[in-house]
């Protein structure tokens, strides 16, 4: 199956500045522009766009807001702009380039698309390509007018209130502050315990050193537990909807279950703190590549067909005791498969993270 960038290059009307130097901030322009394809607020489409090309949040100084509409208003300039992150080298040197990113222009001879030249001279699809061919496919689609277009005239637009809360939870990496802070303080409270352990024939008194450690777990998670609030007031509906944000929310939970019990059992506040912050840099890490476009829909694949009748099969088996509970064992190990291992370590098409 050809790769999307086939479709040719997209376009749209060039604005009156010469250089993409001069693109304002998006929440100042009229009129207001508005996600479609995706459920996501549109600082945050922005970012996401923006971290799934280039590999970071800002490019040359603009902010992702002024990179989004420089492509949506003049993409003839930025299709030479190198923002477009090919981190394998097999590739490069497939594509005849030399550095790790290239602009739009040099995926492409004239009318051709290099991907499918690849594909045509027999190689088969790599996790490279298809990475490439999504970047590719994004940008085809925001210069067309499928990832966000204006908002329809009469229709309300969203709060100031609610406008300045997500481009503040954009602006303050909560999730990078989170686990470089957490795994810190989690191995400096472990090795302090370890080194009190060794000292525990000394008189006994008030051990400052845990009560900063205590404080400062506190502090994390007050300051996680603001960021999770106001991602929920910007999302509009609780933030379980994808691996980052539940990875997000395991960590929460864990820093409360730490502040729970650190005085029964002192070995929960340095791995409370070291198992939050490894949660919270499996969402860092998936943040770092988002998901922006509409996945494939589980009930669309062709898997269905077997899936009915082999349950419908399934049931009087079950109404013994010892396969039932077997199943139900299964069941949940089917679950822990579906969650970790398809997000983390089979992605693919019917991924959530």
Same mark, same amino acid.
């Given at each position: ?69 420089? +492509? ?70 925001? $210069? ?16 100031? $209130? ?14 990078? &502050? ?31 050193? +845990?009560?900063?450690? $205590? ?41 409360? &279950? ?10 929960? &506040? ?84």
């Amino acid at each position: 199956m050809p790769f999307c960038g086939i479709i040719g290059y997209g376009s749209a009307s060039p604005c009156a500045c010469s250089t993409w130097h001069c693109c304002s901030y998006w929440q100042e322009l009229p009129p207001p522009i508005s996600p479609v394809a995706t459920d996501k607020c549109t600082s945050t489409l922005a970012h996401d766009f923006l971290n799934k090309l280039y590999g970071k949040s800002t490019y040359k100084g603009l902010s992702a807001e002024q990179v989004v509409y420089g +492509w949506l208003a003049r993409p003839d300039v930025w299709k030479a702009e190198p923002m477009i992150r090919v981190k394998d080298k097999q590739l490069q040197r497939e594509l005849g380039v030399r550095s790790e990113y290239v602009s739009l222009n040099q995926l492409f001879n004239g009318e051709s698309y290099k991907l499918n030249s690849i594909l045509e001279e027999g190689k088969q699809p790599t996790k490279a390509m298809r990475e490439l061919d999504e970047k590719v496919g994004l940008i085809l689609m925001l $210069t067309e007018g499928q990832l966000i277009k204006p908002l329809p005239q009469g229709m309300p637009p969203l709060s100031d $209130t609610r406008i300045e809360a997500e481009i503040c939870y954009n602006q303050i990496p909560f999730c990078k &502050l989170l686990f470089m802070t957490c795994l810190t303080l989690g191995f400096l409270a472990f090795f302090y315990m370890l080194y009190r352990t060794g000292r525990s024939s000394q008189p006994q008194g008030r051990d400052w050193g +845990w009560t900063v450690f $205590t404080v400062c777990l506190w502090a994390v998670f007050l300051f996680h537990l603001c960021g999770y609030l106001l991602h929920w007031y910007v999302a509009q509906r609780i933030p379980l909807g994808n691996g980052y944000e539940t990875m997000q929310f395991m960590a929460l939970t864990l820093l409360i &279950l730490t502040l729970l019990l650190r005085r029964r059992i002192r070995i929960v &506040l340095p791995f409370g703190f070291l198992l939050a912050g490894f949660a919270l840099l499996v969402a860092w890490l998936g943040q770092r590549n988002p998901q922006i476009t509409p996945l494939m829909p589980v009930l669309s694949s062709p898997l269905l067909i077997y899936a009915v009748p082999l349950h419908a099969k399934s049931l009087p088996v079950l109404q013994q005791p010892k396969w039932f509970n077997l199943y139900l064992t299964l069941a949940f190990l089917t679950v822990l498969m579906t969650y970790f291992g398809v997000n983390y370590f089979l992605g693919g098409m019917h991924s959530y993270a």
